[in-house]
């Protein structure tokens, strides 16, 4: 278990805020990089928080809750959003793998 440094599982100003304000309580991130472990906990503006899991998954694991917990209202509106996001180098792949992590308030 480390502290460790929100912007690098977090990694914008828009998910960060989504996250204090209870909107986002999970991320999917693709790559082989690892950013955080189970355990590892995270301070965004005075709030702690801890990962409480972390699963090597594919994006055609996702359900409409986990597009939820993405701050999305439906699994096609993460989708699109992803697409919009990363223009020109994301396509949405059933196959692809993702690592996901799940968080909470301390």
């Keep these: 278990m480390a502290q460790i440094d929100p912007e690098a ?4 100003d828009r998910v960060q805020q989504a996250a204090i ?9 693709g790559g082989s990089n690892r950013y955080a472990s189970e355990g590892d906990t995270f301070e965004l503006g005075g709030t702690r928080f ?3 899991s ?3 998954r594919t994006l055609g ?6 597009a939820e917990r993405e701050g999305s209202p439906s699994l096609d509106a993460y989708k699109s959003r992803m697409e919009q996001v990363h223009p020109g180098d994301f396509e ?13 308030r301390q």
Excluded: C, K, M
């Design 9 to 12: 599982l977090l990694p914008n």
């Design 50 to 52: 801890q990962v409480t």
């Design 61 to 66: 694991d996702l359900t409409d809750a986990d």
């Design 92 to 104: 949405w792949d059933d196959g692809s793998s993702i690592v996901t992590y799940r968080f909470e």
């Design 21 to 29: 304000d209870g909107e986002v309580t999970q991320l999917s991130r």
């Design 54 to 56: 972390v699963e090597e």
